[in-house]
Structure formats: C-alpha cells, structure tokens
C-alpha cells in the first residue's frame, strides 16, 4: 500500500492561469508570462512614439502611405513644371512661319495648326496661363470664404445672419449663367483698358463667383470651433476677436482650408475651358481653353488635324484627376473614416476568408 498522498495537478488554460477551485490565485509561471507581456507593450509604444518623432510634427496630419497623395502630387508637379519651364524651349507661341497643318514630327513635336503655330509651344503657354487663372481664382474663392464663412461662423448674431443669407443666395444662383453673363459685362465695359479680356480678369470672375460653398463647409467648422475649451480660454483671457480667429481657429482649419482651395482652382480651370469654349474667354493671352476655341473655330475636328485639340484636353484632364486625388487625400485628414475605411476592407476580406463574421466598424463579430 503506497502511503503517499496524490498530488492535484491544477488546470491552467493556454494564458498560464488556473482555472481550478484556486483560478482566484495565479501561478509563477502566468505572472511572469503578464510581466513579459507588459514589457513587450512598453517596446511596442515606445518603437511607435519614436517613429512619430522620426515623422515630424506634421507627421499626423497627413495620411500614412497614400498612393491618392503620390500620384496626385506627381501629376500636378510634372504639369506645372512644363507650364514653368516649357515655355522657355518652345518657339514664340504666335509664330506663324510654319507650315499650316503639320502632324507631329521631330521638327515639332505636336504638330501645327491651322495658322501654322506650334502647337507644342501653344501647349507650354497655355498650361501656364491656365495655372495663372487657377491659383488666382483659387485664391480670391478661399478669401471669400473665409470671410463669409469663418467670420460669420465664429461672431455669429446678425452678422452670422446677413452673411449666411447672402452666401445662400450666391449658393442657389447657377454659376455657368452667372459667370457667362458677368465675363461678358466686364469685358466689353468701357474704361478697363488692358485688364479687359485678360487672364487676371478671367480669374477674378471665377474666383468671385466661386466661393460660396466653401463657405458654407467653413462656417459649419467654425461654430464647432468656438465653442472649444482653448477658444473659450483665449477669449476669457481677453484676445481680440481677429488674433483668436487667426491663430486659434484657422490653424486647425488647415486640412480643409487645403481641401477648399484645390476645388477652387479644379473649378477655374474647368471654367476657364468652358468660357473659353464659348468665346468668352481672355483674347491678350494663351490658355488651354483658347486653344480648344481655336481648334473648334479652325475645323480640326473636320480636317482630322487631332493633335491640335487633344493635348490641351488631355492636359486639362489630367490636371483635373491630379487635383482631385491630392483632394481625396486631404478628405482622408479631414475625415478620419475615409482614412480607416481601406483598412477596416482588408479586415473584412481576411475575416471572411477565415470564416469569421466582422461588424460594419472593421472589428471582430
């Protein structure tokens, strides 16, 4: 007869704790398994919060590997090099000693056109004066905006209420109307001088005309703004209204200031080829859409000369796609759940391969 007492072995799940009559108590082993792990999420933050730093201040603001951003920003920065430096290897764009109608060839690259122009060198001047017109356009829309916007936003009041009305009212207006009828006006008014028919006045029609829903998208963000604790601080601490709306509001409006004034510039652009189209657009200077007119009013279509038309539509469009994916990138800051959203897919997509079911946020069911 053995007189040794049996030992009870204590059942321990795979974290290393007992699961037996004594679960409340944790062996050696699990204890030390819970240090390591502690030790491991401490290497973990602290590897990440390296890499943050590594990454710049800014570093939060963009969204992390975008192929949206790369590809947008190559597409716009290779356009407004050949608008910057084209012009500067191409031939005077009103040279007309070339013969008329000439397909592409090694003498010029893009053929001519009817009144024997360059179409390469009317290309390189063209992609610069579209520039021109966007960025001013650009420009004076997200002013506008702002002060329609942000101002009405942050004082709100009646001057909340006159300037929202008149936002609404330029809002229901139709723009292509408006802006047909007003490049009309100005550029046959008496008294303009040189500003008439001109790329600067192109611009500031656009640019005047094309603001209003930017400010509405402003203003929204600017009321949620005002009523943060920082704000509130600053005005307790008595800032001027101006230093608080400059230095604590429109700091963290940055990302959509951005996003505002890319659709202000993709809005010129294309409006300028419509006007252009039309005939109403600048006569003193070159763009992309002066020379689509011309390719209308000279029959390329008909005498099959293609290279004349196409370039500068190609341009116009890739120009477009590019500033829209640098928008689709700035949305992504903007709004985090566009940010998440490719990620949450991929979890899906390995969750349903694995035969597990995922809620709608991207986590686990």
Not at 244 to 267: H, R, Y
Request: net charge neutral; charged share 15%.
């Amino acid at each position: 007869m053995d007189d040794s007492q049996p030992t009870l072995d204590r059942a321990t799940d795979d974290s290393g704790y007992a699961t037996g009559d004594d679960a409340p108590f944790q062996s050696p082993v699990s204890a030390e398994a819970v240090r390591e792990t502690n030790r491991e999420a401490t290497a973990t933050a602290a590897i990440a919060a390296a890499r943050a730093t590594r990454g710049g201040r800014f570093r939060h603001v963009l969204p992390s590997r975008s192929g949206k951003l790369v590809a947008g920003v190559v597409i716009v920065g290779l356009i407004t090099l050949f608008g910057i430096f084209g012009p500067m290897i191409a031939q005077p764009p009103r040279d007309s000693s070339n013969e008329a109608l000439q397909p592409p060839s090694a003498e010029h690259w893009l053929g001519t056109t009817k009144l024997g122009y360059d179409v390469f060198s009317q290309l390189a001047w063209g992609t610069q004066g579209s520039l021109f017109i966007g960025l001013v356009a650009g420009i004076v829309a997200l002013l506008l905006a702002v002060i329609f916007g942000v101002f009405a936003g942050y004082f709100g009041g009646v001057l909340d209420e006159v300037l929202t009305l008149f936002t609404n009212i330029v809002l229901v207006i139709p723009g292509l109307p408006v802006v047909m009828v007003i490049a009309a006006y100005v550029q046959n008014a008496e008294g303009l001088g040189p500003l008439a028919r001109s790329s600067l006045l192109v611009a500031l029609v656009l640019g005047i005309t094309g603001w209003a829903g930017s400010a509405v998208v402003l203003r929204a963000q600017a009321r949620s703004l005002r009523t943060r604790e920082y704000v509130a601080a600053a005005r307790v601490a008595g800032e001027k209204p101006g230093r608080i709306i400059f230095v604590e509001i429109l700091p963290n409006l940055v990302p959509l200031l951005a996003a505002q004034f890319i659709f202000g510039v993709i809005f010129a652009v294309l409006g300028e080829a419509g006007l252009s189209y039309l005939g109403l657009g600048p006569t003193g200077s070159i763009t992309l859409g002066t020379m689509l007119n011309d390719a209308q009013t000279g029959q390329a279509v008909g005498t099959g000369a293609w290279w004349w038309f196409v370039p500068p539509g190609l341009v116009i469009a890739a120009l477009g796609a590019g500033l829209a994916l640098i928008n689709f990138a700035i949305d992504e800051v903007v709004n985090p759940k566009l940010r998440l959203a490719p990620e949450n897919a991929k979890r899906q997509r390995r969750a349903a391969k694995a035969g597990r079911g995922v809620a709608d946020t991207g986590a686990f069911a």
